[in-house]
């Protein structure tokens, strides 16, 4: 028998829920789970690793019947059954299987899932890291999953327990991203049902490499009531590994067998090859049975784009419609493609690039996009937020510019940074509707506010309330100063107009009904006739050619660079055409709420008559 190492924890990492929510395990012992593993014995938790459910046909997509995120919370379980109470021992609370997909739904969105397992990576660049590669790997049953690797310090046997626990969080540092202790359990949860996790390190002049398993499917087919991670250990520092033993060899053989009965990978040898593409230290993630959308598709796309991985909902919106070149303009933009594509998200989720680091994407390394070299007419803001009185004085030194295709591109918000982080992308803190800030961006880097435990908004405290206001406040002052450079209009440009615009009036004489609701749209929607020369700002709507003669001829002048009469014909009819199109949408929007409305108002009556059914029956069986 190969040299053990005596530790004090179990191999089993067994974070319990609570004891009157799920009764016990068929064939196992609860009064066991509540001992020591020295007092306890291995038998308990080898009865239930040898459950003969336990097998990896188990794990075809076809045989699992939780597949979609948000429904996979939703199953029965057994009946309560209160344990003895063990003397000697306190009463504990416990976590069960269940709270593993709930705790994962406070992501949304799945490459939010992701990014918390890049930030883990970026907080290895101290520990040496120089890459993080994300991939898709198939699995044996063509079923893809997703791998994420990096060369950073690694996990030995003890970080990677704390690792598997919730709450936990060993990073101190005012620079790293992570801090609750969450985001690995959160992530990968949300992304598939089961992850897998290889790590190398060297610790003290130890050498070792450990294998974990956290796996949803595990837990609900062999009905677990609270969770178990098997993992199993090595030392590496000779020429050969050799296991690491926690408490038996028996425990060791149980961990073992389990993650080879639930993982992707049926022996020991192709389990230990796992470790080949990581070198002498790092971290291999491999998250596989990745949950499906609502019609049973990946909710991942491997196979859009052979250099990118895509969410699968967010790039069919829109195709069934014929796109206007406006609409393709948008979507080719960055602030529409990070819905949709991790190389465009991740090109921009950190502020400052790296210099000996690398986001590796399918093979291509992703390039940084820096928002600020997109800007025109950019400028720096200083801002000092109001904190406690205990608290440094802090400066936000907030980027502000028109992004580089105004006014022809609708695009404006701020992109807020927390710890070198992305935290909310193109965050409009303007009213919806108003012209006011159209094609304003900005870039900012916050510390002072604490982000949401799903990194993709802050706490709703004063402090975050203090800054949407001041962020209001900026992009109203930095629009009123600088419209007139992309083609808006100034906030003075209508009583300008009045003034000058009862001359152009009493020269022309007449103007049709259509053409003044043009002249009214032209100016809500706040475009400007040339702002080159500001001295005179004309808006002439439909002006016939013999009135054009009839303005040289009573003296008055048009500037050099305004617009001839057909160009503005042009843009007015373009105007018509864009009110008709917003009408007709509008139409659309108020058929598509009634027949919601009909549809909820059908669903309320069903529901309704379920319900009385259900009572029917509750009361013939008390009968």
């Known amino acids: 028998m190969s040299p053990t190492r005596e530790r004090s924890d179990a191999h089993f990492v067994t974070i319990d829920s609570s004891d009157d929510e799920i009764g016990a395990v068929p064939g196992t012992s609860n009064e066991a789970f509540n001992k020591t593993p020295s007092e306890a014995g291995p038998q308990p938790e080898v009865q239930l690793l040898n459950n003969p459910e336990s097998n990896t046909a188990s794990l075809l997509p076809g045989n699992l019947g939780f597949r979609s995120f948000w429904k996979a919370g939703d199953y029965a379980v057994g009946p309560t059954v209160k344990p003895p109470p063990v003397q000697g021992y306190l009463e504990h609370a416990r976590v069960r299987p269940k709270f593993l997909h709930s705790n994962a739904t406070s992501h949304k969105w799945a490459f939010g899932a992701i990014a918390e397992l890049l930030d883990n990576a970026v907080d290895e660049i101290r520990n040496g890291a120089t890459f993080v590669k994300i991939d898709k790997l198939d699995m044996k049953d063509n079923s893809p999953a997703l791998l994420v690797l990096d060369d950073g310090g690694g996990m030995d046997p003890d970080s990677l327990r704390k690792c598997m626990s919730l709450g936990y969080s060993s ?26 996790v290889f790590s190398r390190a060297t610790r003290s002049s130890q050498k070792t490499q450990s294998v974990g398993l956290l796996s949803y499917t595990f837990l609900r087919k062999t009905g677990q009531d609270h969770v178990i991670v098997p993992m199993i250990d090595f030392d590496i520092s000779g020429h050969w590994a050799e296991p690491i033993i926690c408490s038996s060899r028996e425990d060791w053989e149980a961990n073992l067998k389990t993650i080879l009965d639930w993982s992707p990978f049926a022996s020991k040898e192709e389990l230990m090859s796992q470790f080949e593409d990581i070198g002498s230290h790092g971290t291999k993630v491999v998250i596989y049975n990745l949950w499906l959308n609502d019609e049973g598709i990946y909710e991942l796309s491997f196979d859009d784009d052979a250099e990118d991985i895509r969410l699968r909902d967010e790039v069919n919106r829109g195709d069934m419609k014929k796109l206007t070149k406006k609409t393709v303009e948008l979507q080719s933009h960055i602030s529409y493609r990070i819905r949709y594509s991790l190389r465009a998200y991740a090109s921009v989720l950190y502020l400052r690039k790296f210099s000996n680091f690398k986001i590796v994407l399918r093979g291509r390394p992703v390039e940084q996009f820096d928002i600020v070299n997109e800007l025109k007419h950019s400028q720096v803001v200083t801002y000092k ?73 802050f706490e709703g405290s004063p402090l975050f309330i203090r800054l949407e206001t001041r962020l209001k406040q900026m992009t109203m002052e930095y629009w009123n100063g600088h419209c007139h450079l ?86 007015n009819l373009a105007l018509f055409w864009r009110c008709e199109e917003r009408m007709r949408k509008e139409t659309e929007l108020k058929q598509m709420v009634e027949n919601l409305e009909k549809e909820l108002q059908e669903a309320q009556g069903k529901c309704a008559q379920l319900a009385s059914l259900l009572e029917a029956k509750k009361n013939q069986k008390k009968i």
Request: glycine fraction near 8%; proline fraction near 4%; aromatic fraction near 6%.
């Open 171 to 196: 990073k101190k540092s005012k620079t790293t991203i992570g801090q609750y202790g969450n985001g690995f359990k959160t992530s990968t949860m949300r992304l598939g049902a089961d992850v897998i």
């Open 385 to 457: 937020p109001q904190l406690s009185v205990a608290s440094k004085e802090v400066t936000v030194m907030t980027t502000i510019g028109f992004v580089k295709q105004a006014p022809s591109l609708n695009v404006s918000g701020f992109n807020v940074y927390h710890k070198n982080r992305l935290i909310k992308p193109f965050w409009k803190v303007t009213a919806e509707g108003s012209s006011k800030g159209m094609g304003v961006i900005g870039v900012l880097e916050v510390n002072f506010i604490e982000p949401a435990h799903d990194k993709q908004d």
């Open 486 to 571: 992309v083609g808006y209009q100034p906030p003075n440009y209508r009583s300008h107009n009045v003034t000058h615009g009862s001359k152009v009036q009493h020269s022309t004489g007449h103007l049709s009904k259509s053409q003044d609701k043009l002249l009214a749209v032209r100016q809500d929607i706040g475009i400007a006739e040339h702002e080159e020369d500001s001295s005179l700002h004309l808006s002439i709507v439909g002006l016939p050619e013999n009135d054009e003669q009839r303005l040289q001829e009573q003296h008055v002048v048009r500037t050099p660079g305004s617009q001839s009469i057909d160009q503005i014909r042009e843009e």
